[in-house]
């Protein structure tokens, strides 16, 4: 028996938040093996990205056969179009999971930075956690929370100008310190991504409500003085 | 007087390869404002992504109403399906050049290593001609053109590394060059990544033609042996 459109829409955000968590679940991964000096983890973040590709080509391809089939307008569409759409930033934080992941690999046996590490730590939760609250507030429509997790997105940027500074002043005082600072710094920018990723699930759940693309990242322009 | 549906295609595919233009165009500048250390030229890359995101928008808000109102069907919502997706990989470069763009004002007046700079240029002409190249796949709907383009990626990722392994080696000889050493390591995996979104749009051009979705990318995993 065909089943309803609802109950195939349903589904879809069914498989979208499960998306949603193979993408968090994947950095989170990613930021333990990278901060354990964990490769075997790291081949598996890896290994396991096709799983995240697989889902998104299947999202689209069921959205684009309840488009062509069903026809649906208005707020149907819409949750439609958002799958659509918003799977590619899930798809990306799986990507950027992956970078984490090489990383871990490329940077073997090098001196380390333990409280540099440990701020990384530190970012990653805070990245892991603002994806699950996207994730969240997607499953219960909720506008409000959306712009809530958004806002969180600023202190990420702090964390991360914070480790950036700490990278700095480490390789200065020491060339051993060269080649995990840098790699530091690296993941430090894919964390900011990720988070920047799940600002963009947040605009998805304020557009599904409310049918208005809103913009609730804030952008980081360099603020220092002309010259 | 109401446009058929072929004329607002042909629209929506014109204003999605001006967006590809206006992407191109700004990773070409936030380089060049990078290299020269040209300051305004990197406000102006900031100043102007708005455009860039509002074009997306728009490009959002027509192929929803060309699927509700016109309902097309198999190769007419393929073609705005992809619009409607490739759109945030065009969003996304431009995002890169912006980063591109706040390291030119972040990094001011600190020792510069020229050899590594005239790399990073030609590493940018190489990111922007793929770009291009991706776009002229898509208008001429060539999937044969876009897997060539496709292949270049690899290119991209083999100058990334020697760039990134002279800034370490820089960085390891003086800690004067850590400040634009761990800048240029940034701007260069910004340039992988506008590469890997160039490779997303030649993906689509294959979807567009064939249906199907394809993985033209290159996982560059690292391949060091386990420990």
């Given at each position: 028996?065909?089943?309803?459109?609802e109950?195939?829409?349903n589904?879809?955000?069914?498989?979208?938040?499960?998306?949603?968590?193979?993408?968090?679940?994947?950095?989170?991964k990613?930021?333990?093996?990278?901060?354990?000096?964990?490769?075997?983890?790291a081949?598996?973040?890896?290994?396991?990205?096709?799983?995240?590709?697989?889902?998104?080509?299947?999202?689209?391809?069921?959205?684009?056969e309840?488009?062509?089939?069903?026809?649906?307008?208005t707020?149907?569409?819409?949750?439609?179009?958002?799958v659509l759409?918003?799977?590619?930033d899930?798809?990306?934080?799986?990507?950027?999971?992956?970078?984490?992941?090489?990383?871990?690999?490329?940077?073997?046996?090098?001196?380390?930075?333990?409280?540099?590490?440990?701020?990384?730590?530190?970012?990653?939760?805070?990245?892991?956690g603002?994806?699950?609250?996207?994730?969240?507030?997607?499953?219960?429509?909720?506008?409000?929370?959306?712009?809530?997790?958004?806002?969180?997105?600023?202190?990420?940027?702090?964390?991360?100008?914070?480790?950036?500074?700490?990278?700095?002043?480490?390789?200065?005082?020491?060339?051993?310190?060269?080649?995990?600072?840098s790699?530091?710094m690296?993941?430090?920018?894919?964390?900011?991504?990720?988070?920047?990723?799940?600002?963009?699930?947040?605009?998805?759940?304020?557009?599904?409500?409310?049918?208005?693309?809103?913009?609730?990242?804030?952008?980081?322009?360099a603020?220092?003085?002309e010259?």
């Open positions: 028996m065909r089943s309803t459109f109950e195939q829409l589904n879809l955000h069914l498989r979208f938040s499960e998306m949603g968590m193979m993408a968090s679940e994947a950095i989170m990613s930021v333990k093996a990278y901060v354990n000096h964990d490769k075997a983890l081949r598996e973040v890896i290994e396991n990205d096709r799983f995240i590709n697989k889902r998104e080509v299947d999202l689209e391809k069921k959205s684009f309840m488009i062509a089939l069903q026809q649906p307008v707020s149907d569409l819409r949750m439609v179009v958002t759409k918003a799977s590619s899930l798809e990306r934080m799986g990507d950027h999971a992956v970078s984490i992941a090489q990383e871990t690999i490329r940077v073997k046996g090098e001196v380390r930075i333990p409280e540099i590490e440990k701020d990384i730590a530190d970012m990653g939760d805070l990245s892991t603002i994806v699950e609250d996207s994730l969240e507030a997607y499953l219960k429509e909720d506008s409000k929370m959306a712009k809530e997790v958004a806002d969180q997105d600023g202190n990420i940027h702090i964390e991360g100008k914070q480790i950036n500074d700490a990278c700095i002043s480490a390789m200065q005082q020491s060339s051993d310190n060269v080649l995990s600072g790699s530091y690296l993941v430090e920018s894919y964390l900011e991504r990720v988070s920047d990723y799940a600002t963009n699930i947040c605009e998805w759940v304020v557009y599904l409500n409310t049918g208005h693309v809103v913009e609730l990242s804030q952008k980081h322009v603020d220092e003085d010259e």
